[in-house]
């Protein structure tokens, strides 16, 4: 990755006389002093591709970076391994060796860089991480009115540049996305017979295990997100994560799961039958949410906007909920004590009725993060869609068992069909393509 170059297109979009610090996180403590697995910020996973404890990353409008990091020690790499060194730091961003910094010369560090600058970057959203240095030297600065350093009189959130250059995906990026998906694509291929020839009894949490275990066979170091596997009536918790319910054998299990690779998200989501068929009632509904997912993917181009690809994905779930009575009749969202019979396909629009049963917007943008940052909308419009955006649809149904209006067959049902889609100078790319999605197509595969 050229993060030379990243950050000469940083330096660009920062205003004059403006300096921007960015803080990776520290460990965190998971139990008394045992770790969670340590992830960098990825804002700094952008600019930098380091993975280092504590580094602060910071950079001004002259060009000029700095890294503040702990330098490696012998005891410390004796326990833990091999930490980062000067040489790596120099390796990706080309700074000079005197622009590393140990921590006991960050206060001196940021007091230079904060001295005479107009404006100032932070991460609001991870600002009670920041060091108080920070702080301690914005407040010196307001307070010695008199002294020739001036610190900056505005701060503003590093989503203005960074995360709108995070939104375009450079061709290493979509490459690096599309490694992470083709490792989830091999592990589902290798769960869905798993789960349909298994004899005893299946826990959900075996399946996880199943499937998660195929992607770090395949040289993942983390998944992109806690794997969803949930059968049944769990189906409808969007982000149920429990994973500890048995299998039945007339359940749906929905899978939402996703490799990470060298930082970069897939996410994919299949609804499978727990014996390699589907019910006739599974059918209606999982048909009714592929056709929405197919008319929602066909809006994928530039130009075009999220609003637009959700539109077109709820147009068909209400319709065909519409057509299986699932509207007949429905508690009125503003007096659930009353009862709605057959409302009109406008007033279950205009009133959200439909939340009932699709409760969740149909697409987010993807990269380093599986919710990846960007604006959605500019100027208060709907956000058009660019070349290069990588980006979920993913429609669903989901009928809780405890809904009392809703027919029976349908209840405890939940279905999510999700895809990644890439944008090209013209059309899509659906990444996920491979992914085996149509009922002929699982069918068969569980049948090995």
Same mark, same amino acid.
Request: proline share 4%; with cysteine.
């Given at each position: 990755?050229?993060?030379?170059?990243?950050?000469?297109?940083?330096?660009?979009?920062?205003?004059?006389?403006?300096?921007?610090?960015?803080?990776?996180?520290?460990?965190?403590?998971?139990?008394?002093?045992?770790?969670?697995?340590?992830?960098?910020?990825?804002?700094?996973?952008?600019?930098?591709?380091? @993975?280092? $404890?504590? *580094?602060?990353?910071?950079?001004?409008?002259?060009? /000029? %970076?700095?890294?503040?990091?702990?330098?490696? !020690?012998?005891?410390?790499?004796?326990?833990?391994?091999?930490?980062?060194?000067?040489?790596?730091?120099?390796?990706?961003?080309?700074?000079?060796?005197?622009?590393?910094?140990?921590?006991?010369?960050?206060?001196?560090?940021?007091?230079?860089?904060?001295?005479?600058?107009?404006?100032?970057?932070?991460?609001?959203?991870?600002?009670?991480?920041?060091?108080?240095?920070?702080?301690?030297?914005?407040?010196?600065?307001?307070?010695?009115?008199?002294?020739?350093?001036?610190?900056?009189?505005?701060?503003?959130?590093?989503?203005?540049?960074?995360?709108?250059?995070?939104?375009?995906?450079?061709?290493?990026?979509?490459?690096?996305?599309?490694?992470?998906?083709?490792?989830?694509?091999?592990?589902?291929?290798?769960?869905?017979?798993?789960?349909?020839?298994? @004899?005893? $009894?299946? *826990?959900?949490?075996?399946?996880?295990?199943?499937? /998660? %275990?195929?992607?770090?066979?395949?040289?993942? !170091?983390?998944?992109?997100?806690?794997?969803?596997?949930?059968?049944?009536?769990?189906?409808?918790?969007?982000?149920?994560?429990?994973?500890?319910?048995?299998?039945?054998?007339?359940?749906?299990?929905?899978?939402?799961?996703?490799?990470?690779?060298?930082?970069?998200?897939?996410?994919?989501?299949?609804?499978?039958?727990?014996?390699?068929?589907?019910?006739?009632?599974?059918?209606?509904?999982?048909?009714?949410?592929?056709?929405?997912?197919?008319?929602?993917?066909?809006?994928?181009?530039?130009?075009?906007?999220?609003?637009?690809?959700?539109?077109?994905?709820?147009?068909?779930?209400?319709?065909?909920?519409?057509?299986?009575?699932?509207?007949?009749?429905?508690?009125?969202?503003?007096?659930?004590?009353?009862?709605?019979?057959?409302?009109?396909?406008?007033?279950?629009?205009?009133?959200?009725?439909?939340?009932?049963?699709?409760?969740?917007?149909?697409?987010?943008?993807?990269?380093?993060?599986?919710?990846?940052?960007?604006?959605?909308?500019?100027?208060?419009?709907?956000?058009?869609?660019?070349?290069?955006?990588?980006?979920?649809?993913?429609?669903?149904?989901?009928?809780?068992?405890?809904?009392?209006?809703?027919?029976?067959?349908?209840?405890?049902?939940?279905?999510?069909?999700?895809?990644?889609?890439?944008?090209?100078?013209?059309?899509?790319?659906?990444?996920?393509?491979?992914?085996?999605?149509?009922?002929?197509?699982?069918?068969?595969?569980?049948?090995?």
């Amino acid at each position: 990755m050229d993060y030379k170059n990243k950050l000469k297109n940083l330096t660009k979009l920062m205003e004059k006389d403006s300096v921007l610090i960015l803080y990776a996180g520290g460990r965190k403590t998971r139990n008394r002093d045992v770790a969670y697995p340590y992830r960098s910020s990825s804002d700094i996973l952008y600019l930098s591709g380091l @993975s280092i $404890e504590n *580094m602060i990353l910071i950079h001004n409008s002259d060009g /000029e %970076s700095f890294v503040v990091m702990d330098m490696p !020690e012998e005891k410390q790499e004796r326990w833990e391994g091999k930490m980062t060194s000067r040489d790596d730091v120099i390796a990706n961003l080309g700074i000079d060796a005197g622009n590393i910094r140990d921590h006991s010369e960050v206060e001196k560090l940021v007091k230079s860089q904060l001295a005479n600058k107009n404006t100032l970057y932070l991460d609001f959203t991870t600002v009670s991480e920041f060091p108080e240095v920070i702080m301690k030297n914005l407040q010196s600065m307001q307070l010695n009115n008199r002294s020739v350093e001036q610190g900056p009189q505005a701060i503003k959130h590093i989503g203005e540049i960074i995360h709108e250059m995070r939104v375009i995906k450079n061709p290493e990026e979509l490459s690096k996305i599309q490694t992470a998906i083709d490792i989830t694509e091999r592990a589902y291929r290798k769960s869905l017979p798993f789960i349909a020839n298994r @004899s005893e $009894e299946l *826990m959900e949490y075996q399946v996880k295990a199943y499937l /998660e %275990s195929h992607m770090f066979d395949q040289g993942i !170091e983390s998944v992109a997100y806690p794997s969803i596997v949930a059968s049944g009536n769990n189906a409808t918790v969007l982000h149920y994560t429990k994973c500890n319910s048995v299998v039945e054998s007339n359940d749906l299990i929905l899978i939402d799961a996703g490799a990470e690779w060298q930082g970069y998200a897939a996410d994919i989501t299949r609804t499978l039958p727990s014996k390699g068929k589907y019910s006739k009632p599974a059918k209606d509904l999982y048909n009714i949410v592929l056709e929405a997912q197919e008319k929602a993917i066909a809006l994928c181009k530039p130009g075009s906007t999220l609003q637009k690809i959700h539109e077109a994905a709820l147009d068909v779930i209400i319709d065909g909920c519409m057509h299986l009575g699932l509207f007949k009749k429905i508690p009125d969202p503003d007096d659930k004590s009353k009862m709605i019979k057959n409302p009109k396909k406008s007033e279950i629009k205009e009133r959200k009725i439909y939340n009932y049963f699709y409760m969740h917007y149909t697409s987010h943008y993807l990269g380093l993060d599986v919710h990846d940052v960007g604006k959605y909308f500019v100027k208060d419009q709907n956000r058009k869609l660019e070349t290069a955006m990588v980006f979920t649809v993913e429609p669903g149904i989901y009928i809780p068992a405890e809904y009392e209006f809703a027919p029976a067959s349908y209840k405890g049902i939940g279905i999510r069909i999700e895809d990644d889609i890439a944008l090209t100078k013209d059309t899509f790319i659906n990444l996920s393509k491979n992914i085996p999605k149509t009922i002929n197509e699982i069918e068969s595969l569980m049948k090995l």
